[in-house]
C-alpha cells in the first residue's frame, strides 16, 4: 500500500517500520540455540547412560546398591557400587579439605598481602597447574610422591593409629591418603584462580567501611572480604568437587585397587568409580562395559545430587547479595 | 568526648604526585567543620588524612603533622586500628557490609572492638540508631539486611554505624552527594544533633549546606591541574559566606569560579 522503503523515512513523515530479520533476531535464535544445545547434551548422555547400563544391570545377579565387589566374568555377574561409590565420595572429600584451606589462603595472599608483581607471576604458576594434564600427576603421583606418603602414613600409624582413619598394620603406600593428596593439588588451582578472582572484586566502599571502623586487615577481611565472597568460593569448591569426583586416570594410577568399605587413610587401598572404570574397561566384554556404564549413571547422578545442594546453599541467603 | 585537631605542615602524596601541600589549621572540639572548594582540590584527601585512611591507597603517604589532643597520630609506634576507632568516617557512598543485616552492621565495629554478650550488643546498637534518627523506621526489621534500606536511610545506618563505637571524631566525605533532598535534610539535621558530642569534619560540594551545618568553612583551591590543593582561607563559616578576605574564595563562593 504504502512506501515501501524501511531505511529512509520522508522528511517529518513516519518512522522507519521495524526490521523484521536483522541481526537482533539471528544473536536471538544463536543464543537460544547455543541454551537448548546443552539440554540436549545433557538428555542425550542420559539417555545413552540408561540405554547400556539396562542390559547389565537386568543380569546382575547382586543388589547393584549394596555390593560391594565387581566380577563381571561369563561365569561370575555379580557387581555393586557400594564401595566404588563410597572410595570416590572418601577420596573427594579429603581432597577437598586438604585444599581448600591452602586454596583459599593462596588466594587471598594473591589478592590482598602480596606486591603485585608477585601477584602477577604467582598467579600465573597457579594457572600453569591448571594445564598439566591428569595422566602426568599420576605418574608423579605413583612414582615420585608414593614413598614420602609412605613415611608420613607410617608415622601418622604410629602417633595417631588410635583414630581408625590411621589405624591398621599396613602396608602403606597406594592408598586414599596418596590418591587424595595428588586430587587436592589437581583441584588446587581451580580453586584458587576463582576465589581470587571473586576477593579482587570485593568492592572497595566495603573494604574501607571496614578498615574505618579500625579493623586490621585479617578484621577487614573476615567482615568484608570473605562474606562477600561466600557465594563464589562455594561455587569454586563446587567445581573443585566435581573435578575430583571425576578424576579418572590420576586415581587409577595412586589408589590400591581394593573392593572395601573402609575410612582408613593409609593402609593400601582405595577405589572409585572412575578409576575402577578405566582399570576394567579395556579387558571388559559386552556385559562387563554394561556395569561399568551403570556405575558411570551413579557417579552422574553423585555429581546431579552436589551441583544442586550447593546451587541450594548459594540461593538460601540471597536476599543478603 | 570530643577532641581538637592540629594539623600543621600536612602535605599527601600519590605515588609521586602531591594532592595537598603543607595544610595548616586547628579544628575545634564540638564544632562543625566544612572543607569545601573545586573538585580535585585536595579537600577529601585532607579528611583521609585526618583518621589515616589515605595511606590505605597503594603508594599513598603523608608527611607533616596532626595531632588529636597533642597526640600525634603518625608517631611511628602509635596503632593505626586505635587511630581509626577514635575518628570514625562516614563515606560519599552509603557503604553498608551487604552480607549483613541491619542489627549486624551498626554493632560490626563493636564486634571488632571485642564486645560480645547479646544484651550488650543490642543497647549499643539501640542508642547507635536512635543517635543516627534510624531507629523508629527499623526497629520492626533489624534482622532484614541493610542493602534493602533507601539510600537516606543506609547513609543514617553508616552514620549509626561509625557512632556505635563512640568515636570522638567524625569525618564525613560528601555525605549527602548520592542522596535526594528530604534524606540530605535528615542528615544535616543529625549533623546538628552530633555536634553536642562529637567533633565533626565534613567535605562538601553544596555550598548551601556548608552554610547551613557548619560552624567554621575551610576553602581548598588549586591554581591548575596538576598542582597540589592549598588551604586557601579557613574561618567562621559566617565570614567565609559573608565577608571572605581572599578574592578566590569570594569568587567560588559567588559561582564565578569551580
Redesign the interface.
Known amino acids: 500500500m504504502t512506501s515501501s522503503t524501511t531505511t529512509k523515512p520522508a522528511a517529518g513523515a513516519m518512522l522507519p517500520r521495524r526490521r523484521r530479520f536483522g541481526a537482533e533476531t539471528i544473536f536471538r535464535w544463536l543464543t537460544t540455540g547455543a541454551g537448548t544445545a546443552v539440554l540436549v547434551i545433557i538428555v542425550a548422555i542420559a539417555t545413552f547412560l540408561i540405554a547400556e547400563a539396562v542390559p547389565a544391570l537386568r543380569d546382575n545377579k547382586e543388589n547393584f546398591f549394596t555390593y560391594k565387589e565387581w566380577f563381571t566374568g561369563p561365569a561370575d555377574r555379580k557387581f555393586g557400587i557400594a564401595a566404588l561409590a563410597f572410595g570416590t565420595v572418601l577420596s573427594a572429600t579429603i581432597a577437598l579439605l586438604l585444599a581448600v584451606p591452602v586454596a583459599l589462603g593462596i588466594a587471598l595472599f594473591l589478592s590482598h598481602y602480596a606486591p603485585r608483581r608477585i601477584s602477577t607471576t604467582l598467579g600465573f604458576l597457579i594457572d600453569l597447574l591448571a594445564a598439566v594434564p591428569s595422566i602426568v600427576f599420576g605418574l608423579w603421583g605413583r612414582d615420585y610422591l608414593v614413598d614420602p606418603v609412605k613415611d608420613l602414613s607410617a608415622w601418622l600409624n604410629e602417633y595417631m593409629g588410635w583414630l581408625p582413619l590411621f589405624g591398621g598394620d599396613g602396608p602403606f603406600g597406594k592408598s586414599v591418603l596418596l590418591g587424595s593428596i595428588v586430587l587436592a593439588i589437581m583441584v588446587l588451582p581451580i580453586i584458587t584462580s576463582l576465589s581470587r578472582e571473586v576477593f579482587m572484586q570485593t568492592p572497595k566502599a566495603n573494604e574501607e567501611a571496614a578498615l574505618a571502623l579500625g579493623a586490621t586487615k585479617w578484621e577487614m577481611i573476615r567482615t568484608s572480604v570473605l562474606p562477600y565472597g561466600r557465594p563464589g568460593i562455594i561455587a569454586a569448591v563446587l567445581l573443585g568437587l566435581g573435578r575430583a569426583l571425576g578424576e579418572t586416570i590420576a586415581l587409577a594410577m595412586t589408589l590400591g585397587t581394593t573392593f572395601v568399605i573402609s575410612f582408613n587413610l593409609v593402609e593400601t587401598g582405595g577405589n572409585s568409580i572412575a578409576a575402577n572404570i578405566a582399570n576394567k574397561f579395556g579387558e571388559a566384554d559386552d556385559f562387563g562395559r554394561g556395569a561399568l556404564i551403570a556405575s558411570g549413571l551413579v557417579l552422574f547422578t553423585i555429581t546431579l545430587i552436589v551441583n544442586m545442594t550447593a546451587r541450594a546453599i548459594v540461593y538460601r541467603r540471597r536476599e543478603f547479595r | 568526648m570530643a577532641k581538637r585537631i592540629e594539623a600543621s605542615g600536612v602535605t599527601a602524596y600519590y605515588g609521586a604526585f602531591k594532592a595537598i601541600d603543607s595544610v595548616s589549621m586547628t579544628i575545634e572540639p564540638k564544632s562543625v567543620t566544612a572543607l569545601i572548594g573545586p573538585s580535585g582540590c585536595g579537600k577529601s584527601t585532607f579528611l583521609r588524612s585526618i583518621?589515616r585512611?589515605h595511606e590505605?591507597l597503594p603508594g599513598a603517604r603523608v608527611e607533616g603533622r596532626l595531632t588529636v589532643d597533642h597526640q600525634d597520630i603518625y608517631e611511628r609506634d602509635v596503632d593505626v586500628?586505635?587511630?581509626?576507632?577514635m575518628i570514625?568516617?562516614v563515606?560519599q557512598?552509603p557503604?553498608?557490609?551487604?552480607?549483613?543485616?541491619i542489627f549486624d552492621n551498626v554493632v560490626?565495629?563493636l564486634r571488632?572492638?571485642g564486645v560480645r554478650g547479646k544484651a550488650a550488643l543490642e543497647e549499643a546498637a539501640e542508642k547507635a540508631l536512635r543517635g543516627a534518627n534510624l531507629w523508629n523506621e527499623v526497629k520492626d526489621r533489624l534482622k532484614?539486611?541493610g542493602?534493602?534500606l533507601s539510600g537516606g536511610q543506609q547513609q543514617r545506618l553508616?552514620i549509626a554505624?561509625?557512632i556505635a563505637?563512640e568515636p570522638q571524631i567524625v569525618l564525613m566525605d560528601e555525605p549527602c552527594s548520592a542522596l535526594d533532598p528530604i534524606s540530605t535534610l535528615a542528615i544535616e539535621d543529625l549533623i546538628s544533633q552530633l555536634k553536642d558530642k562529637y567533633t565533626i569534619v565534613i567535605v562538601t560540594h553544596n555550598m548551601q549546606q556548608a552554610a547551613r551545618v557548619s560552624d567554621r568553612t575551610a576553602f581548598f583551591s588549586i591554581e591548575k591541574t596538576g598542582d597540589p590543593g592549598r588551604l586557601v582561607e579557613y574561618d567562621d563559616t559566617q565570614k567565609i559566606f559573608t565577608n571572605p578576605a581572599e578574592r578566590k574564595t569570594e569568587d567560588y563562593i559567588t559561582g564565578r569560579f569551580g
Request: net charge positive; charged share 15%.
Open positions: 583518621n585512611m590505605v586500628t586505635a587511630v581509626r576507632r570514625g568516617m563515606f557512598r557503604n553498608p557490609f551487604p552480607t549483613m543485616s560490626a565495629g571488632l572492638n532484614k539486611p542493602g534493602g553508616c554505624r561509625t563505637v
